[in-house]
């Protein structure tokens, strides 16, 4: 099977669909970032079918940056001095702080 005009116009206009169903909640997204650029992706993908070329596109944006990050020390031969059984209930997790 060759992808022709015909095939490559389909997949256009199915990227073009999806950007404008997108469009408002892409905008959404650019305005909340942080002076940060948005990162858009598009894929189209051509598979052989039973009558002709499947075409699969998607598109992928982040919507709202969540970022959150957890440390701590653990020393496998310190006894459990302040609270028994130390587990993950006791670790605390600190958003936005780097």
Partial sequence: ????????????????????????????????????????TMSIKFSPGPHGIQIDTSIGFIESRVKEKAMVVVDEKQIDLFFPGTGVENIEVIKGHE
């Fill in 1 to 40: 099977m060759v992808i022709g005009p015909k095939t490559l116009k389909t997949a256009i206009d199915m990227i073009s669909a999806m950007i404008d169903a997108n469009g408002k909640k892409i905008d959404q997204a650019y305005c909340g970032q942080e002076e940060e650029a948005l990162t858009v």
